[in-house]
């Protein structure tokens, strides 16, 4: 069965850190696309990042950029988003998203399956 | 960036009818554009790419047009499972990736 695991989720203080992780089940994460993307309570969704499958090209959110990083390991068989300097704003469900995608050759067009089950990030003193 | 604009933002329809939800993109892109399903604490599901093509498994009574800057969401013959929200992406011209603020389907 093809699934998505994401994780690492918590309650974090504002300027805490906190590292999400995403594996993958029944297919090889390593080549696919993948991005984050987070629902605050009660709201809609919200793209995060993005990151390529050689992990060259990386693209955030104005929300997040220069506060959030996304990254593969070696293997390419997982990707996380570091977050750090977290503000309230930043609570939300995180979910890892592969990127379903064709390219025209000089661009990605990127839209998302499967899905993790989301990973519960809080903010507050 | 690229607005998403979905109406209405709830919609009644009676189960066993039609409903059409709408999409809105403040410029043309093409047919880039997909529809999710979100269930209550679930994660989003993927149901059209492409504004038109219905992802592996979604039943035939979901289905999508539109290109440029209006598409449109079908749900014909509709099951109780399908009082949900739905959403639309865009995934034309990125970053950022955005999505429509949702439409929540709920019965008559």
């Known amino acids: ?125 | 960036e690229v607005v998403m604009t979905q109406s209405p933002g709830t919609l009644a329809v009676s189960p066993g009818e039609t409903a059409t939800l709408s999409c809105r993109a403040s410029q043309s892109i093409g047919s880039n554009l997909a529809w999710y399903q979100q269930k209550p604490g679930q994660a989003p599901r993927l149901l059209i790419y492409g504004a038109a093509t219905r992802a592996t498994g979604i039943p035939v009574r979901f289905s999508g047009r539109g290109s440029g800057t209006e598409f449109t969401l079908t749900i014909s013959s509709l099951q109780s499972e399908d009082f949900v929200v739905y959403y639309c992406q865009q995934y034309d011209n990125w970053p950022p990736i955005t999505f429509g603020q949702g439409t929540r389907l709920e019965i008559k």
């Open chain 1, 1 to 125: 069965e093809v699934q998505v695991v994401d994780s690492g989720g918590g309650l974090i203080q504002p300027g805490g850190s906190l590292k999400l992780s995403c594996a993958a089940s029944g297919f090889s994460l390593s080549s696919y696309e993948v991005n984050w993307v987070r629902q605050a309570p009660g709201k809609g969704l919200e793209w995060v990042s993005y990151i390529s499958r050689s992990g060259s090209t990386i693209h955030y959110a104005d929300s997040v950029k220069g506060r959030f990083t996304i990254s593969r390991d070696n293997a390419k068989t997982s990707v996380f988003l570091q977050m750090n300097s977290l503000r309230a704003e930043d609570t939300a469900v995180y979910y890892c998203a592969v990127g379903a995608s064709y390219s025209d050759g000089t661009t990605s067009y990127v839209w998302f399956h499967p899905w993790g089950q989301g990973t519960l990030v809080t903010v507050s003193s």
